[in-house]
């Protein structure tokens, strides 16, 4: 890690691309990478809402991501990661406030994320910042032949 560049948050661009999808492939089972993840369907993403994909800077490396949804209700997150060596220095956190503050902005008034099952570190890593786990079952279905 370097000692003189601090770590900043900036908005994700298709250019970092390549280096964002090896971060994730590399995070571990907390990130589950699925066919939402293609370039393609990230520029997709990036057409709707561009300033809610931020990634943390090292220099000219990516060392964390974070995704945000807002469908006018509800807010989702999606893809939080920190680099193994960057992690345990409050980037995370530093990550999950700003996605936060850039969803109030907006309007939105709650919003949720998906723990792996079996992420109980993970489920203590959000709870320490304010999240709680909910009484519900998720359900979810894939829409065939979506463009
Ligand atoms: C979850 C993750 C993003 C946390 O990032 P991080 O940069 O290490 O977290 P931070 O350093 O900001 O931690 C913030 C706080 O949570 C605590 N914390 C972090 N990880 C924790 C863990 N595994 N268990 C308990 N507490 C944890 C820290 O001690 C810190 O508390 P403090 O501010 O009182 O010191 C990182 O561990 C990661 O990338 N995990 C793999 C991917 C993943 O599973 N993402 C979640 C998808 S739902």
Redesign the pocket.
């Known amino acids: 890690m370097s000692g003189t560049v601090p770590v900043r948050l900036r908005e994700f661009t298709l250019d970092d691309y390549d280096a964002v999808y090896a971060l994730w492939q590399n ?5 589950g990478i699925g066919r939402s993840d293609t370039r393609e369907e990230i520029a997709k993403k990036l057409r709707r809402d561009p300033d809610l994909f931020l990634v943390a800077t090292d220099g000219g490396k990516i060392v ?1 991501t ?1 995704i945000g949804g807002y469908d006018g209700r509800r807010g989702l ?8 060596a ?11 406030r700003e996605i936060e503050r850039r969803l109030r902005a907006k309007g939105c008034l709650k919003c949720y ?4 099952e079996g ?4 489920i ?3 709870r ?2 304010g999240w709680e786990v909910m009484p519900v079952t998720l359900m979810g279905k894939t829409l065939e032949g979506a463009s």
């Not at 995070?27 to 990130?31: L, N």
């Not at 994320?113 to 792996?116: H, S, Y």
């Not at 992420?119 to 993970?122: F, S």
């Open positions: 995070a571990g089972a907390g990130i964390g974070v997150v999606y893809h939080l990661a920190v680099e193994h960057y992690r345990g220095r409050g980037f995370g956190k530093l990550l999950m994320l998906l723990v792996a992420g109980k570190a993970v203590e890593f959000y320490q910042i």
